[in-house]
């Protein structure tokens, strides 16, 4: 059977009932996770695990908290809902979190905007939120007492014994919001949390969010029905950030204290941790060639500065930073000497506890002699869960021996560990495991049996490959390949090149891959897919080369992929196409005014064209400000390049995307139509920078098929 956008975004998922925000209880003997409802791929329901039995039910089914209310309804979201979900690039409702209080009898679930409290032995929740009103940051206190959230901006608490809220804020306004992360933080950091309590229950810091020095601009969503106008602070590169000050307040006298964190007003606020009696706040420069980690005393203003990295380039940051238990000493990863490994701070000396091989990407559990991290030591397109003593005495272990890509989410002991893996040739599956005792259990397998959704497809199906080629300083860049359904090697095939290449991003990996490039296989098309220099997952120098002019490492390493295909008997020279979105879809724009004529036809979908219209953050990164980088701007637009543009051309772009701004595609438009060169477009009315509602991708699936059908196949 084949595969259609239809089919491809309805119900039941192809994916399989893959789990979502996995926790163990904390006696390590319960697990539970959300996961899609059979009859609603929008409807995540809780799922629980028995460790001891090895049994799997469901636990809440989402619509029994608020009857039909807890089904997904686009439009009940609040505005400020909306851009969270963009930011986290999570596009389901149902129930979207859940949390074990320290006791291990009662779970927390958040449902359409309001919190539900509950036994976990009787399955029995009550609301503890204010009706009619919808919350976002739910986080429980470590302790148990206390539970926080955020309505209409400001930060309440509320108290488990006795039941009530209190309001801990009291200056919301349009510009300021308190404990919530600012756009910056959520799109760029990803720093989603904008409170945090200490171990003990008794301090709670906060953000307090002003983002009346942004400059604000109107940004226009076009919708089927109108066009609404709505007043944007967005921070354009150059200009000013929003104001983002760190309040402690002690719970125990109600009194707020702020930390001085910064060093020049401008600074970066990144992350947030408490330790052993002190407050760690991680500090970058606006350059973001410096972070600092800051130790602050809870009961007076004493600082010590802990680290400080520093790089002519740029200082990446790691999600990852964690206290070992009842101390001061930490783990951070860092790229000083070029790799990210893994380091333990104690006593003002950090020391690295991985070799200079590979890559740590992040830090999953730690006691007091082990840590335990996710990363690489052989090939970048694997990920394995590894134990490393915190004596610096011995090789890391590698606890997940299957082939593949691995997620791990360990117990409170690091006895038992969740395992998130996935194959090129098997979809995501979940099994715990006891390093311990060396046992295996699966809790959702997943495997392609004939109850499977994707069953009936599997005969058409094609396993990419992945393989390497040399770019041009020497460095391997990896590439995944599928060939098309049928494939014959004495014949002469199309070949569509997908990309992405922007910085910090890795594709190419030994697992599950998005089954869209099935649609593009069986109509025909290899699709070929190529990490170039500047993406992530590699070492910094394999980042750096990006610094200070965007378009041209990335294109040539695409290039040399191509180059690559031509070497292939069975890839026919006349037919190549490219298509990617967001960064892909300025890759697309920039290889095709570089290499005219190499391609036939290309996609870009929410393109970047001029990347002073991009934030702050994300773009002084790699090309500093405007005025100190005029000719790197200049170079970096592909509104520069359009003279040289010749082959077909398709733009997509949704026209309420609050990220990559529609201006982007209406600049190209008007620049394109003055030169009087052809081309095509597809607007999506209302629609953000994912176009994930499924009428939308259906449309933009079917499109792009359509498009690459015209240019690639009847036209050859």
């Known amino acids: 059977m084949r595969l259609t956008a239809e089919r491809l975004f309805s119900d039941p998922a192809l994916t399989g009932r893959l789990p979502a925000r996995v926790r163990f209880s904390p006696d390590g003997l319960h697990v539970t996770y959300l996961a899609a409802a059979d009859d609603d791929r929008e409807r995540l329901d809780l799922h629980h695990y028995d460790v001891t039995s090895g049994r799997t039910e469901l636990m809440v089914d989402a619509r029994e908290l608020r009857g039909n209310a807890g089904a997904f309804t686009e439009a009940a979201l609040t505005e400020a809902e909306k851009a969270e ?12 979190e859940h949390r074990w209080l320290a006791s291990g009898r009662e779970l927390l679930l958040v449902c359409a905007g309001e919190v539900f409290l509950g036994s976990v032995e009787t399955r029995s929740f009550a609301r503890i939120t204010p009706p009619g009103a919808r919350h976002t940051d739910v986080t429980c206190s470590p302790g148990g007492r206390y539970v926080s959230w955020v309505r209409d901006g400001e930060l309440h608490c509320f108290t488990c014994a006795t039941g009530t809220e209190a309001r801990l804020t009291h200056d919301a306004s349009a510009t300021v919001s308190n404990g919530i992360a600012e756009f910056i933080a959520q799109e760029e950091m990803h720093r989603f949390e904008g409170h945090w309590w200490s171990q003990d229950d008794a301090w709670l810091a906060y953000t307090r969010v002003d983002t009346s020095p942004v400059r604000e601009t109107l940004r226009y969503e076009i919708g ?25 307040l002690s719970v125990a006298t109600g009194r707020p204290r702020t930390i001085d964190y910064r060093d020049a007003d401008d600074d970066y606020l990144v992350r947030v941790a408490f330790g052993h009696g002190v407050l760690a706040v991680q500090v970058q420069s606006r350059d973001q060639r410096r972070l600092r980690v800051k130790l602050y005393n809870l009961t007076d203003d004493e600082c010590t500065i802990a680290v400080t990295e520093e790089a002519s ?19 951070m990863i860092s790229e000083r000497g070029v790799r990210a490994r893994l380091h333990l701070v104690r006593d003002g000396r950090c020391t690295s506890l991985t070799p200079d091989r590979g890559r740590v990407n992040r830090i999953v559990h730690a006691d007091r002699t082990h840590a335990w991290f996710l990363g690489w030591l052989e090939a970048p397109v694997e990920q394995h869960l590894f134990r490393v003593a915190l004596a610096g005495d011995e090789e890391p ?27 090129l040739d098997h979809p995501p599956r979940l099994v715990i495991r006891d390093a311990a005792a060396g046992t295996c259990e699966p809790l959702v397998t997943n495997d392609l049996n004939e109850a499977h959704p994707y069953r009936p497809y599997l005969a058409s ?12 300083d020497g460095q391997p860049l990896w590439y995944r390949l599928t060939l098309p359904q049928p494939f014959d090697p004495g014949a002469r095939h199309p070949v569509i090149v997908n990309v992405y290449g922007g910085p910090g991003v890795q594709r190419v990996r030994n697992e599950w891959a998005p089954l869209a490039l099935q649609l593009f296989a069986q109509a025909g098309f290899a699709v070929f897919e190529l990490d170039n220099r500047g993406g992530g997952n590699r070492d910094k120098a394999f980042e750096d080369v990006l610094h200070g002019r965007l378009g041209r490492v990335e294109v040539a390493d695409q290039l040399r992929g191509v180059d690559f295909l031509l070497g292939l008997p069975w890839v026919d020279p006349k037919r190549l196409g490219i298509m990617g979105h967001s960064y892909g879809g300025f890759m697309t724009l920039v290889c095709l005014c570089t290499a005219p004529g190499r391609f036939r036809a290309g ?46 051309l398709l733009v997509i772009h949704g026209m309420a995307d609050d990220n990559v701004l529609f201006t982007h595609s209406t600049r190209l438009f008007k620049a394109l139509q003055d030169r009087q060169s052809r081309f095509e477009m597809m607007t999506y009315p209302g629609a953000k920078h994912a176009l994930q509602q499924r009428s939308v991708a259906i449309h933009r699936q079917t499109t792009i098929l359509e498009f690459f059908t015209r240019h690639l196949l009847e036209q050859s």
């Open 313 to 331: 380039t740029w200082v990446n940051l790691h999600e990852s930073f964690v206290f070992l238990p009842d101390s001061d000493d930490f783990l």
């Open 397 to 423: 272990v590698r606890l997940t021996a299957e082939p593949g890509w691995h997620d791990a989410l360990l117990d409170r002991t690091g006895r038992r560990f969740v395992d998130l893996v996935s194959r």
């Open 85 to 96: 979900r963009e930011r986290k690039r999570f596009f389901t409702g149902g129930i979207t």
């Open 224 to 248: 089927a029905d109108g066009t609404t106008a709505h007043a944007q602070r967005y921070p354009y590169a150059g200009d000013d950030n929003a104001r983002v000050d760190l309040v402690l």
């Open 461 to 472: 199906h094609r396993t990419p490959e992945l393989g390497t080629i040399g770019a041009e």
């Open 603 to 648: 996609v870009a979908g929410a393109p970047v064209t001029d990347w002073a219209l991009y934030d702050t953050h994300y773009t002084e990164r790699y090309l500093g400000t405007p005025r100190e980088n005029p000719d790197g701007y200049r170079d970096s637009s592909p509104l520069t390049h359009l003279d040289r543009l010749e082959d077909a």
